[in-house]
């Protein structure tokens, strides 16, 4: 299964679960967390979640590459699978605390924007490639700007796969609240949740809405703007093709 949930006493851990591709997120998979975060919604005892990836070499790249979602012919419609594979997309307002091993980039923010914080392990890296196959970073941006300095997220949207933030970088910026050693991300976010899940239920959720509430309304705006933005500005499919397998075919650990 390529999205695994398990519970461990009054947190639950989703674990990205396929390795072989980095994590990336396919069709299947998108579906997965879609119904993975309404059985968590559903179930009054978890009180907390633990989001991470499969391996050390990434927590996700993303969409996977060889997913294919027909588009409408309008600028202004956007069918994007991403849309749908957040906590908060799914009216989850149980804390999430994301674990991130390896890289990070692209579609990953979608999930990692909607966590209430992030624990990296020290060989934690985050990029966003989109510029560098033609494609505009727009939700990813949006996300990111809500974590991070402004400079900071156009540097990292801008410069696409030729520079990669360290965790303790992220760390600096903001965007990382924790940086343990190696193999230590998971185990530090599992503690944070355990302590998070032993407050009064009502009183956490309410802070998380809370907090949530103090970004929606520039977030709203933004998004609103984000499907003519990509629709207008990115490359058409064969030359982000030609763009991708000349730069490799894949994102690769440096």
Same mark, same amino acid.
């Given at each position: 299964?390529?999205?695994?949930?398990?519970?461990?006493?009054?947190?639950?851990?989703?674990?990205?679960?396929?390795?072989?591709?980095?994590?990336?997120?396919?069709?299947?998979?998108?579906?997965?967390?879609?119904?993975?975060?309404?059985?968590?919604?559903?179930?009054?005892?978890?009180?907390?979640?633990?989001?991470?990836?499969?391996?050390?070499?990434?927590?996700?790249?993303?969409?996977?590459?060889?997913?294919?979602?027909?588009?409408?012919?309008?600028?202004?419609?956007?069918?994007?699978?991403?849309?749908?594979?957040?906590?908060?997309?799914?009216?989850?307002?149980?804390?999430?605390?994301?674990?991130?091993?390896?890289?990070?980039?692209?579609?990953?923010?979608?999930?990692?924007?909607?966590?209430?914080?992030?624990?990296?392990?020290?060989h934690a890296t985050f990029f966003d490639p989109h510029t560098s196959y033609g494609m505009?970073?727009?939700?990813?941006?949006?996300?990111?700007?809500?974590?991070?300095?402004?400079?900071?997220?156009?540097?990292? @949207?801008?410069? &696409? =796969?030729?520079?990669? *933030?360290? #965790?303790? +970088?992220?760390?600096?910026?903001?965007?990382?609240?924790?940086?343990?050693?190696?193999?230590?991300?998971?185990?530090?976010?599992?503690?944070?949740?355990?302590?998070?899940?032993?407050?009064?239920?009502? @009183?956490?959720? &309410? =802070?998380?809405?809370? *907090?949530? #509430?103090? +970004?929606?309304a520039a977030r709203a705006q933004a998004m609103a703007q984000a499907p003519a933005l990509i629709a207008l500005g990115s490359a058409p499919p064969q030359r982000q093709a030609e763009?991708?397998?000349?730069?490799?075919?894949?994102?690769?650990?440096?």
């Open positions: 299964m390529s999205v695994r949930l398990e519970r461990r006493g009054a947190v639950a851990v989703v674990t990205l679960d396929r390795p072989h591709r980095l994590n990336a997120i396919d069709l299947a998979m998108a579906e997965r967390l879609t119904a993975v975060w309404r059985e968590i919604r559903a179930d009054a005892a978890i009180r907390a979640v633990v989001l991470t990836g499969a391996g050390d070499r990434a927590f996700s790249t993303g969409i996977d590459r060889t997913a294919r979602v027909p588009q409408p012919p309008s600028p202004y419609s956007l069918d994007d699978p991403l849309l749908a594979i957040g906590p908060k997309a799914n009216d989850l307002w149980k804390p999430v605390v994301a674990a991130v091993a390896g890289m990070a980039c692209g579609g990953a923010f979608y999930l990692l924007g909607e966590a209430e914080f992030i624990v990296a392990d020290e505009v970073s727009a939700y990813e941006s949006i996300a990111m700007a809500q974590r991070m300095p402004f400079g900071e997220v156009a540097r990292m @949207a801008l410069m &696409g =796969t030729a520079e990669r *933030i360290s #965790a303790q +970088r992220a760390h600096q910026t903001g965007l990382v609240s924790e940086v343990t050693p190696a193999g230590g991300a998971l185990p530090a976010a599992l503690d944070a949740a355990r302590v998070i899940s032993g407050h009064p239920t009502e @009183a956490v959720q &309410g =802070t998380v809405r809370a *907090i949530w #509430a103090a +970004r929606e763009l991708f397998t000349a730069r490799g075919g894949e994102f690769r650990v440096r």
